[in-house]
Each structure stands twice: as structure tokens, then as C-alpha cells.
């Protein structure tokens, strides 16, 4: 059978995406609805105000109460998409995409600096995809996934992060895809083969992106740590309060 081009495989995911949207827009109860994030429209940490929050983060919930994300957590032992302990008492939803500068400086900058959270036991992060620039975020998407077949997903974020193009330059084609997948160790023709063969993985990036979208996310990246909304290429220092404030109300 005849697989589907780069684009007719990116317009599967954004027609019926552009009806949805719609609908979870008018339809959503939007945990950041009026929020000041302390971000501009790209993402980008702006001037602090008066009524800014110390953090640029606004609270969903008090932290004595449940967080309103916890249902959304995967939490499943084995998860591709996801570093820390199942167990963990605080986890963070990345909705991020591969073409976004600021997600490209998070991953670069800030994860690594987290990653004593990670290995202490304090901190999960979930992977979520949200590939709003265009077709080749899809396809970057779809790369991540075949990437999580062989349990390298984070080996090719990090390998696409590192070399990060241009958003829209065309430079993200299935060819650079595949190369990057065997520059950081992966088997170049599973990786090329399991790119082109589920068209199941379509189906679920668009679910992710939905459930941001009906969460109000808008752009990338953004966060919940613990239901505790976090938006935009905000310094180290903000996910840390955000993680131990979300550690100390965890108990």
C-alpha cells in the first residue's frame, strides 16, 4: 500500500483538528482562563508588573486542595514519553513541540537542571504532544512516537533539540528524521519504518493536542506541575518553586 505523503499525512491530523478546536474553544472550562502568566504572545517571559505573580505562574487550586490535573497523568510504568517515578508526588505536563524555539530552550536548558528532581524521586514529566507550528511539527511528532517504538523517545528529542532548525524552514523532512534517529543510536530502519507504518499514532497526537487545547493551552511550551499551570521559557528558578511548592502541599 501506498503510504502517505508528508502532507496528506499532516492534513489527516489538522482538518478534523481545526473542527475540534472549535468546539473545545467554545465548549472548555479553561484552567488558565484570565490568567496573568507573566508571558507574551510567544511564549516568552515578559516585563513583570505589579499583579504579576512572583513565579509567572497562576494557580489553578490552592495547594491544599487535590490538583484538577491528576486524571490527565498517565503514570504507567515503562512510559516512552516519560522520565521519573511512577509514584512520584509531583508530575509535570509538558505540552511542547519539536519546532519551537522556546521549547528547544527548555529542553536544552532547563530540563537538565531538573533532572536531580527526576532521579530523587520527587519528579515525573509527561510528555505531551501539541504540534501547532505546521507540518513539520506532525511530522517531528510523528518521529517522537517512532522513536518511543525502540524506548528512545527522549534519545531523539534530545538529538532534535540539540540541532534544532528553523520553525517552517523545511528543513524537518522524514530524510533528516531518520538521520537524526541514527545519530542518537537508534536502529535507522525500524525508526524509518515505524515512521511511515501507524497511522494509530495520528489519532493519539491529536488527542494530546486536544486535551491542551480544552485545558487552554494556546502555545508552547506549557506546564501543569501538579495542576499549577506554567507557561512559556520561564528561568529554572520558576519550575523549582513550582515543584516544591507542589511537593510541600503533596505531603
Known amino acids: 500500500m501506498t503510504q502517505?505523503?508528508?502532507?496528506?499525512?499532516?492534513r489527516r491530523l489538522t482538518l478534523p483538528l481545526v473542527v475540534a478546536v472549535a468546539a473545545a474553544l467554545a465548549a472548555a472550562?479553561?484552567?488558565w482562563a484570565g490568567r496573568d502568566d507573566g508571558t507574551d504572545s510567544a511564549g516568552e517571559p515578559a516585563e513583570r508588573t505589579a499583579s504579576s505573580?512572583?513565579?509567572?505562574?497562576?494557580?489553578?487550586?490552592?495547594?491544599?486542595?487535590?490538583?484538577?490535573?491528576?486524571?490527565?497523568?498517565?503514570?504507567?510504568?515503562?512510559d516512552p514519553r516519560a522520565v521519573g517515578d511512577v509514584d512520584a508526588p509531583v508530575v509535570?505536563?509538558?505540552?511542547?513541540e519539536f519546532q519551537c524555539p522556546f521549547c528547544g530552550r527548555f529542553a536544552r536548558e532547563t530540563m537538565p537542571e531538573l533532572q536531580q528532581y527526576v532521579?530523587?524521586?520527587?519528579l515525573r514529566i509527561e510528555w505531551r504532544d501539541f504540534p501547532y507550528l505546521g507540518p513539520e511539527s506532525t511530522l517531528a511528532a510523528l518521529g517522537g512516537r517512532a522513536a518511543a517504538e525502540q524506548d528512545m523517545f527522549w534519545e531523539l528529542h534530545d538529538a532534535v533539540f540539540d540541532d534544532q532548525p528553523?520553525?517552517?524552514s523545511g528543513t524537518i523532512t522524514e530524510e533528516w528524521l531518520v538521520d537524526k534517529a541514527e545519530e542518537a543510536g537508534l536502529d535507522r530502519e525500524v525508526f524509518e519504518a515505524a515512521l511511515n507504518s501507524d497511522p494509530a499514532h495520528l489519532e493519539s497526537i491529536n488527542e494530546e493536542q486536544m486535551e491542551g487545547v480544552t485545558l487552554g493551552v494556546t502555545g508552547t511550551p506549557s506546564f501543569l506541575v501538579n495542576g499549577t499551570p506554567v507557561?512559556?521559557?520561564?528561568?529554572?528558578?520558576?519550575?523549582?518553586?513550582?515543584?516544591d511548592r507542589a511537593t510541600a502541599a503533596a505531603g
Not at 502517505?4 to 499532516?10: H, I, K, L, V
Not at 513565579?55 to 497523568?73: D, N, V, Y
Not at 532521579?119 to 520527587?122: A, I, L, M, N, P
Request: glycine share 6%; no cysteine; net charge negative.
Open 4 to 10: 502517505p505523503t508528508d502532507a496528506r499525512r499532516s
Open 29 to 31: 472550562v479553561l484552567f
Open 53 to 78: 505573580t512572583e513565579s509567572g505562574a497562576a494557580s489553578s487550586a490552592s495547594p491544599s486542595t487535590p490538583h484538577p490535573a491528576a486524571e490527565l497523568e498517565r503514570r504507567e510504568e515503562g
Open 92 to 96: 509535570m505536563l509538558a505540552y511542547s
Open 119 to 122: 532521579d530523587d524521586g520527587t
Open 166 to 168: 528553523d520553525p517552517n
Open 231 to 243: 507557561v512559556g521559557a520561564q528561568p529554572t528558578a520558576t519550575f523549582v518553586e513550582a515543584i
